[in-house]
């Protein structure tokens, strides 16, 4: 049975030998990337295209065509290859000048006997002259395809850009030239199958400007692409607006920024230096039959268990948001396509006598339900994967990742080294809000944390008055606190605490018995300036002293740890300098190792006028009450946060912080 997939789409390919049918109507460009498990292309032997058509695993069309036939051999593939996609793109001279002058491509998957697999039109092209059009990846050692249909009006040149890759706009040109002076002569149907059931290979010829002496070409028989450096060794800048899983930045508020989509994912580890590539994830156990793939915890590539399973948090992130961005659009084209059909049968009068208006109405209403019904048995049997996986990934959770109610921080021990990320709460959809994702966040911070207390945009806020929100609020607040400083090991991580009104007295005492924290709550206006000048002395000196290039000259005393002011009521005991300052550390702060988590109602500020605009922006906002502002990079649909509490009754918290604190004195 065929499958007619949407845009953002999914469907598992059971076969590992495939065709890639092109259907475009006007003679278009084919080619295709390889991407690591990021979607990075890292460089243009990792491209196949017209002037260099084979890879290992892949062979498209040497010319511009209106209909192409693509080679895959899955199996083939090197094993640094997680992901394919599939290009289509005008050539840049002669014929339509954007897709949507012409009729929509329609692009299938089928077997090597010719039986459709999945096929995909892709509609809502306009200006674009380059598409991506499928996506081939991995996913728990089996591969799947997405229906992708990303568009871009800059050409193959700003696509290639989007993937990573350096030499775009020279590649693409050197594409484009090949197709428009013949450099490469057409390609004949693929050969028959051998006795074996594979399909012969041919030669590939060298790509534009390659070293014809070389003794091993782009392309050539048996090439792999070169391993990819690791992910690990360097740090790249997110994209703007972006909810990342890399360098601390996190779902995106969507208030605040709008989400951009089909950006990579930045998984890259600030401490691997090591060039090779990571160990492979563990091999899934075998399915039964025409049953998926059973899920295994930590199945993503990384170099540790931590690792693969930080990846694969973020894979099942991706995962739901697509999918649910397929049945979103497939249940749109059902509503779509039914007012059509009720309006047109409404516009002839024959329809107004008799049954047949009742009739035409009826038809039209089944046709709406049979696709409503063909969408949900698709994202019903993605969901049922994601809760399987779920089910498997929570409990092998470490405590940075894990909910305040699992075993494993009841067996907690203060840890030896930084953990890549923290979790700060939960993500889930409406269509499905018993699935919840981790939303983890990469450490160390880049964004100060804003927990909102305010209940002016909260989806439970109407039923709960200030006070009670506030102390949510403070309650959320020392509950992260906790968490950050319990997974940094003994003495890497200094808490502080302005309360110049000491209304947060009741919700900071964890914190103060404990005697985790550098000193007791500053309160009143000389509190607040003290801690704040303290703190703002130690972004200037470490900032000179990296600057200067010398680190190794601080002060003899000063405090090098990671540090965390939690403010609450603010602006309460502020003055104008005051206010200069916290703007100052949240700026400035991250970069240095300065983090800052204010507890505040943003209207309680409204006096300072426009002056705070810039501070709110800044910080990353969470709710005390599930909210759904938050935004994923990939669909941008609007997530549903809940906060990461300790569940009523629980003596996880104050066990933890005791442990924190008898570290900190032996360290001390």
Known sequence: MTAELVRGQNHPLSQARLEIRIAAGTPIVAAATLGDEHGQVHGVEWVVHPGAPTLPGLEVSRQAAADHRLAVDLGAVPEAVHRVHVLLA?????????????????????????????????????????????????????WKVRAVGQGYAGGLAELLTDQGLPQAQQLAHDIHEAVARGMARAVPMPPPLTADGDRPRQTTTPAPGADQGSSATQGAPGAVPP???????????????????????????????????????????????????????????????????????????????????????????????????????????????????????????????????????EAARAKHDQLVEQARAAYDRDLDQLRAESEVVEPALPAAYARWDNPVWHGYRVPFEVPMAVRLGDLHLPECPELRIPMLIRLPLERGLWIDSGAAGSLDGSFLDSHELHRLAMETAVALAARLVAVHP??????????????????????VWSGVLAAP??????????VLARLTQRVDLVQMAVRGGAADSLPPGLDTSEQLLIVNDFPHGFDDRAVTQLRYLADEGPSVGVHLMMVADREDASGYGPLLDPLWRSLMRLTPVPDDHLADPWVGHAWTYEPALVPPGSEVLPQVLNQVAEARTKYT
């Not at 012409?102 to 306009?126: K, Q, R, S, W």
């Open 90 to 142: 005008l050539p840049a001279s002669g014929g339509p000048v954007r897709f949507g002058a012409v009729a929509a491509p329609f692009v299938a998957v089928t077997g090597l006997d010719g039986t459709e697999l999945a096929g995909y039109t892709i509609t809502g092209l306009d200006a674009e002259t380059a598409v991506v059009a499928l996506e081939l990846y991995r996913r728990q050692g089996a």
């Open 227 to 361: 391993q990819p450096a690791s992910p690990y060794g360097t740090q790249s800048t997110p994209a703007a607006g972006m909810p990342q899983p890399g360098h601390g930045s996190g779902p995106a508020d969507s208030a605040a920024q709008p989400p951009t989509t089909g950006g990579p994912i930045d998984y890259s580890h600030p401490r691997r230096q090591n060039t090779a590539p990571p160990p492979p994830p563990p091999a899934a156990p075998p399915a039964p039959p025409g049953q998926p793939a059973r899920p295994v915890a930590g199945d993503a590539t990384g170099w540790s268990m931590e690792e693969r399973l930080y990846n694969q948090v973020w894979g099942m992130f991706e995962d739901l948001a697509r999918s649910t961005a397929a049945y979103r659009s497939a249940v749109d084209f059902a509503d779509s396509r039914m007012e059509k059909e009720l309006d047109a049968a409404l516009a002839d009068p024959r329809h107004r006598i008799g049954g047949q208006g009742d009739a035409a109405r």
């Open 490 to 511: 003994a003495g890497d991580y200094t808490l502080h605490v302005i309360d110049p009104a000491g209304s947060g007295a009741q919700s900071l005492a964890p914190l």
């Open 521 to 530: 709550p500053a309160v009143g206006a000389a509190g607040v300036a003290d």
